[in-house]
């Protein structure tokens, strides 16, 4: 059975990567974006992207993934030497009936801080967007520390 995705008219993400949109970059390396999305489930939450458009896990190359997991482990450093989060939810979502939103793959990492309900994240329900200049100012304190 194929998986079954969401189906915008046209990819938010490649909108994005257009141009088409503003958003918060942290870091963009050679084949992936790091940024974050203005809905953040805590703060320094992150979203690394391929550049290249694929809806799924089963769509990337393999160089592909493991560029895209370097990245992944690159920002989980920064952020967690920026805001010391207590933990970090690393996940992501193939297909509607496992909670994929956006049609291009895209992983999340999520800091949590004590006090947090654990597993908060699969259960958030509609988060308030935050203002775009705050997302910048969070980005660049991530920035400040990529290696
Ligand atoms: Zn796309």
Redesign the pocket.
């Known amino acids: 059975m194929p998986i079954d995705i969401p189906k915008p008219e046209r ?1 938010p ?2 909108s994005y990567l257009g141009g088409g949109r503003e958003w918060a970059v942290v870091e963009e390396l050679e084949s992936t974006l790091a940024w974050l999305p203005p809905r953040q489930s805590g703060r320094g939450h992150v979203l690394v992207i391929p550049k290249r ?1 694929a809806p799924t896990l089963l769509d990337l190359e393999p160089d592909e993934a493991s560029a895209i997991m370097h990245h992944v482990r690159r920002v989980a450093h920064a952020l967690s030497k920026a805001f010391d989060p207590a933990g970090l939810n690393v996940f992501q979502n193939n297909g509607l009936t496992a909670g994929q939103t956006v049609p ?1 793959y895209h992983v999340h990492i999520v800091p949590s801080y004590p006090g947090d309900q654990p597993g908060r994240i699969f259960s958030s329900g509609e988060i308030e967007r935050s203002p775009h200049e705050e997302l910048l100012v969070v980005a660049a304190q991530i920035r400040e520390h990529l290696a």
């Open positions: 990819c993400f490649c458009h291009h």
